[in-house]
């Protein structure tokens, strides 16, 4: 599968669906929502896949990147992904790891933008969020965004998440959600 990011940049993907590379349109959309907050962001992708959103996100300033996906196959490629396009001011990390396991590493760090895109039939959505949630991951002007099948049922609610929009690309619907402001 061929995949072209911002810069017209070609990325490398493993054959099959196997890390299936959130589409052209929807990770357009998404950068366009977030506009103006990716510059110098500190951005976190979980089930990372081809890393496109990650490696899109250096091309648009993005400071730091973490990266966790399970495969270690999709790790190494990655890497090769983010290598090609990162600059010398800018950092990434890539972790083989279960997203839902590796979360709780995390804590202490935040993030300014998450992006979030299980597979599709995948149990990791709420867990995840509540992960996100319990171990204080999202900065607090940051926001996550969780890719889904745009036929999936409302995940429960996480008390200290809120939804701040939702949209709709054909099957991929993208959830946006802040921390609940008191």
């Known amino acids: 599968m061929s995949v072209r990011i911002y ?21 357009e959309a998404v950068f366009n929502i977030w506009k103006g907050a990716i510059d ?3 951005w976190l992708d979980l089930c990372a896949g081809s890393g496109a959103m ?5 091309c648009r300033g993005a400071a730091s990147i973490t990266a966790i996906e399970q495969s270690g196959r999709a790790c190494a490629m990655i890497r ?4 090609a396009v990162a600059q010398e001011s800018q950092t990434f990390q890539v972790m083989r790891a279960d997203v839902t396991r590796r979360l709780k590493k995390l804590q202490g760090q935040q993030f300014d933008r998450i992006y979030f895109d299980p597979p599709y039939a995948s149990d990791l959505y709420s867990p995840t969020l509540e992960a996100i949630a319990g171990y204080l991951l999202l900065a607090p002007d940051g926001e996550l965004a969780l890719e889904h ?15 701040c929009r939702q949209k709709a690309y ?3 619907a993208i959830t946006f959600y802040r921390l609940v402001r008191g």
């Not at 810069?7 to 990770?27: F, Y």
């Not at 090769?80 to 290598?83: D, I, R, T, V």
């Not at 099948?149 to 939804?163: K, Q």
């Open 40 to 42: 110098g962001c500190r």
């Open 80 to 83: 090769e992904n983010l290598e």
């Open 54 to 58: 990650s490696a899109e996100a250096l």
């Open 170 to 172: 054909g099957g991929t």
């Open 149 to 163: 099948s745009s036929d999936r049922e409302p995940f429960a609610p996480v008390p200290s998440l809120e939804i």
């Open 7 to 27: 810069g017209d940049r070609p990325l490398k993907t493993l054959p099959g669906q196997l890390t299936r590379p959130t589409s052209a349109r929807v990770r």
